[in-house]
T-cell receptor, first 114, second 113 residues
Framework: AQSVSQHNHHVILSEAASLELGCNYS??????LFWYVQYPGQHLQLLLK??????LVKGIKGFEAEFIKSKFSFNLRKPSVQWSDTAEYFC????????????FGTGTKLQVIP | DTAVSQTPKYLVTQMGNDKSIKCEQN?????MYWYKQDSKKFLKIMFS???????INETVPNRFSPKSPDKAHLNLHINSLELGDSAVYFC????????????FGEGSWLTVV
C-alpha cells in the first residue's frame, strides 16, 4: 500500500519569501501525484497534478512541483508567497490505473506573515 | 452551481443519535467518496463508490453505512454516534477512480456532544 509523508507540519514565512514543501511517497510502481490546498474553513482544491511527461508541473496561483522518481518526491514550490497563500497543503498519491484509492499526506500548515 | 454539494454543513448532536449527511454531484462523475478529516487535519478515505457499487471500504465501524441511490448521490448514515465521530466529513467525486482529479464538497462539520 502506498503512503505519503509531509515532513513540514507548520511553516511560517514572510510575504515574498520562497516556499518549498516536502512530499515523499512510498510505492514502487507507477503513481499519480497531487497537491491540494485547503484555505481556512474551506474544502480542498486541486493545485496541480502529475500523471506522466514533464516532471516539472505548473499549477494555479504560481505554484509548481517537481517529480523526482529516484527520490520518491514531489515537492511543492512557489518563488514568492503572498498572505493569501496561508492555508493547509496536502500532498496525495495513488497507483496509476484501476480502482486505486488516493492517499493523502498529513498536511502542512503554511502561515504567511504580511 | 456547486459541483459537489453536501448537507448539512454543520451538525451538532448528542451521543447515541443517528444522523445522515447527504451528498450530490452534478459533474457527471462515475466515482464518489467519503473522507473524514480529524482535528489534526488528517484526511482519510472511508468509502468509494463507482457507478453505485462499493469499491473501497476502509476500516470503518459498521455504524457508518453509505448509500448510493444513483451515481450522482452518495449519502452517509451514522448510527449510535460517539464522541470520536466528531470531525469534518468531506464528500468528493472524480471521473473515475484511476487517478483523475478529485473534487471535494465543502464539508460537513459534525460535533457529537
Amino acid at each position: 500500500a502506498q503512503s505519503v509523508s509531509q515532513h513540514n507540519h507548520h511553516v511560517i514565512l514572510s510575504e515574498a519569501a520562497s516556499l518549498e514543501l516536502g512530499c515523499n511517497y512510498s510505492y514502487g510502481g507507477t503513481v499519480n501525484l497531487f497537491w491540494y490546498v485547503q484555505y481556512p474553513g474551506q474544502h480542498l482544491q486541486l493545485l496541480l497534478k502529475y500523471f506522466s511527461g514533464d516532471p516539472l508541473v505548473k499549477g494555479i496561483k504560481g505554484f509548481e512541483a517537481e517529480f523526482i522518481k529516484s527520490k520518491f518526491s514531489f515537492n511543492l514550490r512557489k518563488p514568492s508567497v503572498q498572505w493569501s497563500d496561508t492555508a493547509e497543503y496536502f500532498c496525495a498519491v495513488n497507483e496509476a490505473g484501476g480502482y486505486q484509492k488516493v492517499t493523502f499526506g498529513t498536511g502542512t500548515k503554511l502561515q504567511v506573515i504580511p | 452551481d456547486t459541483a459537489v454539494s453536501q448537507t448539512p454543513k454543520y451538525l451538532v448532536t448528542q451521543m447515541g443519535n443517528d444522523k445522515s449527511i447527504k451528498c450530490e454531484q452534478n459533474l457527471g462523475h462515475d466515482t464518489m467518496y467519503w473522507y473524514k478529516q480529524d482535528s489534526k487535519k488528517f484526511l482519510k478515505i472511508m468509502f468509494s463508490y463507482n457507478n453505485k457499487e462499493l469499491i473501497i471500504n476502509e476500516t470503518v465501524p459498521n455504524r457508518f453505512s453509505p448509500k448510493s441511490p444513483d451515481k450522482a448521490h452518495l449519502n452517509l448514515h451514522i448510527n449510535s454516534l460517539e464522541l470520536g465521530d466528531s470531525a469534518v466529513y468531506f464528500c468528493a467525486s472524480s471521473q473515475d477512480s484511476g487517478g483523475n482529479t478529485i473534487y471535494f464538497g465543502e464539508g460537513s462539520w459534525l460535533t457529537v456532544v
